[in-house]
């Protein structure tokens, strides 16, 4: 008995197919639209960049901090002075925490960075700005069992709507590992925004409002924690949620940072 002869493929196998690539078209001209309208621009410049919020003229501008620096502060000397030498600062006034280390200066571009992240609800630049911390901390994130952002009080986390510290800290841990704790440390107190104070009204406008939840103080006890937050002026922000990590029985707490403010000398 004769094989039977395939049969054509039918048009309406045909039609579906085209449809279906039609449909996809449609679906992707929306984003299209959008990206030949509104093209991703650098945050610093505003011109047109293709990548993670900065172009590349201005992430030369950012001044990366390396060695040498205090091994306690971070703060980078403008020589080397040899091992173990500590700067004026960590003499004169010896935080709470161990050690801290962040990846750039404070400077122009980093606190437009820094900015759009806390006030533009441009979370698009936390994946960058936390792997450069992650880069800058390797050190205290080798030893670390824990990373613990700066909180918000709960109002201000309201209007906001999330926690650039979180934000990083999100990041920093995919890079590193270590687990994130965003629960461990509350903000009891509302406070002043710091902007404007003085060093010794900066400390007195956090002081007693960090707290350990009476819940998680025994994950805390003996335990090596890396606070994070996006940038250090004084330290006194940082300090007080040291104290309070501390109070609760940490073994150590060091600190983690995107920007810090250096002063010129």
Same mark, same amino acid.
């Given at each position: 008995?004769?094989?039977?002869? /395939?049969?054509?493929?039918? %048009? /309406? ?9 039609? +449909?996809?078209? *449609? ?8 990206? $030949?309208?509104?093209? #991703?621009?650098?945050? /610093? ?18 001044? *990366? ?11 980078? *000397? ?12 960590? $003499? ?18 980093? +606190? ?10 441009? #979370? ?34 309201? !209007?906001? !709507? ?6 990083? @800290? !999100? $990041? ?13 440390? !509350? ?14 009204? +900066? ?12 819940? +998680? ?7 090596? %924690? ?7 002026? /004084? ?23 995107? @920007? ?6």
């Amino acid at each position: 008995m004769d094989a039977e002869a /395939s049969p054509p493929r039918s %048009i /309406s196998s045909h039609l579906r197919g085209a449809l279906g690539a039609c +449909r996809d078209a *449609f679906a992707h001209l929306p984003r299209l639209a959008l990206d $030949i309208a509104l093209p #991703t621009l650098c945050v /610093s410049c505003r011109e047109p960049v293709d990548g993670e919020g900065v172009c590349a003229a201005c992430w030369a501008k950012l001044s *990366f901090i390396a060695p040498p620096y205090c091994p306690r502060l971070g703060i980078p *000397f403008v020589y080397d002075p040899g091992p173990d030498m500590l700067s004026m600062e960590a $003499i004169a006034s010896p935080p709470a925490y161990q050690r801290a280390r962040a990846a750039v200066r404070y400077d122009d571009v980093a +606190r437009t960075l820094v900015h759009a992240l806390k006030y533009q609800d441009r #979370t698009d630049l936390a994946p960058a700005m936390g792997r450069w911390m992650a880069r800058a901390g390797g050190e205290l994130l080798a030893g670390a069992d824990m990373l613990v952002p700066v909180p918000l009080h709960w109002r201000r986390a309201w !209007r906001r !709507r999330y926690n650039q510290s979180g934000a990083l @800290a !999100r $990041i920093i841990e995919r890079q590193s590992g270590v687990r994130l704790r965003g629960e461990v440390l !509350r903000r009891v107190r509302a406070t002043e925004q710091q902007i404007g104070l003085s060093r010794a009204q +900066r400390a007195t406008n956090v002081q007693g409002a960090f707290q350990v939840s009476p819940d +998680r103080q025994a994950e805390v006890q003996g335990r090596r %924690i890396v606070l994070i937050d996006d940038v250090l002026t /004084s330290g006194a922000t940082l300090d007080a949620c040291a104290r309070a990590l501390l109070r609760a029985k940490a073994a150590q707490v060091d600190v983690l940072v995107f @920007a810090r403010v250096v002063e010129t000398r």
